[in-house]
């Protein structure tokens, strides 16, 4: 890939972070199953688990569907407080292309911000990523969310 | 002016006999919740640890709590399993930092103070003092013993690969302390297959230690707050329910065989949580195969006082480790775990289940968060009361799911302990 061509690709990445990033701080969940493929998988997973190679991961989804359903839950069946929530993602780093993927990861840090309360630092942690592009468009074959955080502050119910 | 001290008393009395009512100060006054500490985890009770599995090899170790005190599980060089406190019996020094690993030995790293893997002291640098001008100076004294100044060791029992401890050494069998109905259940899971460990998930939930044996002794809650166990039957008020404890009524079983088909109007008129056209996307969440060992209930939760629950919800298994940290916050860390024999899709349906439970799960999420909510209240007025009438007022063991029976034994046993 030439010089010119691979930065164009690497704009078009850092539109699609930008954008997944705007849409779960918004809130605007029907958007955030739609920044993947059919058949993706996305993983909120502690270190130590991804690290001892240990599968079990705090959300784990292997579908677009079962992101629909989880953005179901948030709205009609997960009773929680409410929150804002703000995430400072750092710019992607390559780590490989390959036949049209591309493996990244990202630092992010998310605050989170209840009702009438400071703001705190809610989870912490780096995104894995497999990119690939679908009809034009970039989407997230798979995303983990591999945290640092080694206690989550009650609960997480919103995507990271 | 006078200046003697104002003194409080250590603890606003119960409210009139019984247990239907169960005053707000046993979640907020620190001076029950030391009591408690001294009472329910550091004497007379079996403490979770871990399981064996964590530790497979002489000289594996993984640190775990007991109430707020440090310990260290480990695997001997003979096989067998030791919990030591992990504190320097030199200084205090917590001296393990790593949460697990493989050591031959323990040193402190403040004065090398060296410990074998039972606990035992093994070396002193310098005890017998510093060679100078061809003298020996310093050092301990000639008189003392290596002998008895180890780690502090624990009692411990193992049953079916899962560890557990207690600092308090006259303490009775682990069979006896679950007594036979509980024991059973726990022998429903723990029959002797190996363990294989899938994961953990750690939450810091803001509410007393007790709300959570208080939330899985509640079969009133899951079909009311939990969506997903409602509209989909996994437990709600059609379910066939029983609700069983020890003789002590400290530990207890909410066990249900889950509903199918769509529920009869009067068990969800007015539940709101129930959603008559909610559908999955993607039905392998739900991807429920029955397993021979259930022996009819699809869902067993199992309250060990103090400080353990064990989830069987249909193909999803974990341990539930309660870790107080003060009167209204506790550390909750689960370990999802599965069998050795299991096949990839079954342990991939394990995984996929996980779903519902742990600190984002549909049907788990939100008790961390209602008990966060009860805790403000309590905090704002202690005097109050709550009000555990489902059910009456005794705590006999019942078969539905409109009872606060178990909650209702264990503060029966609880005032006895705590004398109040």
Not at chain 1, 86 to 100: E, I, M, N, T
Not at chain 2, 375 to 382: A, D, L, S, T
Request: charged letters at 25%; hydrophobic letters at 35%; proline letters at 6%.
């Amino acid at each position: 890939m030439n010089q010119a061509l691979e930065a164009q690709a690497y704009t078009e990445l850092l539109q699609l972070y930008a954008e997944y990033t705007a849409a779960i701080d918004a809130g605007d969940w029907d958007r955030w199953p739609e920044f993947f493929t059919e058949d993706c998988v996305y993983k909120l997973q502690p270190r130590e688990n991804h690290e001892r190679g240990l599968p079990l991961a705090t959300l784990h989804f292997h579908s677009k569907g079962m992101l629909q359903d989880r953005v179901y839950g948030i709205r009609e069946t997960l009773f929680h407080d409410p929150y804002y929530q703000r995430h400072v993602v750092s710019l992607p780093r390559v780590l490989a292309v390959d036949r049209g993927r591309w493996f990244l990861e990202a630092n992010y840090a998310v605050f989170r911000t209840k009702l009438g309360e400071i703001s705190t630092v809610f989870n912490v942690g780096r995104y894995l990523d497999e990119v690939v592009r679908v009809d034009g468009a970039l989407k997230f074959a798979s995303r983990f969310c591999i945290y640092d955080s080694e206690m989550i502050p009650n609960a997480i119910i919103y995507p990271i | 002016m006078n200046d003697a001290p104002i003194t409080l008393p250590s603890s606003p009395g119960w409210p009139g006999d019984g247990v239907h009512r169960v005053p707000y100060w046993v979640y907020t006054d620190p001076d029950t919740y030391r009591r408690e500490l001294d009472r329910f985890y550091y004497a007379g009770h079996w403490c979770y640890i871990g399981l064996e599995a964590e530790i497979p090899h002489p000289g594996d170790f993984r640190r775990s709590v007991v109430g707020e005190r440090s310990v260290i599980m480990v695997r001997t060089q003979d096989g067998g399993v030791r919990v030591l406190e992990n504190v320097c019996a030199h200084r205090g020094a917590q001296f393990c930092r790593e949460r697990q690993g493989n050591r031959k030995e323990f040193v402190c790293p403040y004065h090398q103070w060296a410990y074998d893997l039972e606990g035992k002291l093994r070396g002193i640098p310098y005890r017998r003092g510093i060679r100078q001008d061809g003298q020996l100076n310093g050092g301990m004294p000639a008189d003392f013993q290596m002998e008895g100044r180890g780690l502090t060791s624990l009692k411990v029992a193992v049953r079916g690969g899962v560890v557990f401890a207690s600092f308090d050494h006259s303490l009775e069998s682990f069979e006896d302390y679950l007594g036979p109905t509980i024991l059973s259940y726990f022998d429903r899971v723990f029959d002797g297959r190996k363990l294989k460990v899938l994961g953990y998930n750690r939450q810091r939930i803001p509410g007393n230690w007790k709300l959570m044996q208080e939330n899985i002794k509640d079969p009133y809650h899951p079909g009311l707050l939990h969506s997903w166990f409602v509209t989909f039957g996994l437990w709600r008020a059609d379910s066939k329910t029983s609700l069983k404890m020890d003789p002590h009524k400290r530990h207890a079983a909410m066990i249900g065989v889950r509903s199918v088909g769509k529920p009869a109007g009067d068990v969800v008129s007015g539940v709101t949580s129930y959603k008559a056209d909610m559908s999955l996307r993607d039905p392998r969440q739900l991807d429920i195969v029955p397993e021979e060992w259930w022996k009819g209930p699809t869902a067993v939760m199992l309250t060990l006082f103090p400080s353990l629950i064990i989830q069987q919800q249909v193909n999803s298994l974990s341990m539930r480790h309660i870790q107080p940290r003060g009167p209204g916050v506790f550390d909750f860390v689960w370990t999802h775990f599965a069998f050795e024999d299991d096949s990839d899709e079954m342990i991939q349906r394990r995984l996929l289940q996980a779903n519902l439970f742990g600190p984002s799960g549909y049907v788990s999420a939100d008790d961390g968060e209602v008990i966060e909510f009860s805790q403000m209240g309590f905090q704002e007025k202690p005097d109050q009361q709550c009000l555990l009438e489902m059910g009456g007022h005794d705590s006999e063991e019942a078969t539905n799911i409109a009872s606060e029976t178990l909650i209702r034994g264990m503060y029966e046993y609880w005032r006895r302990v705590m004398g109040v």
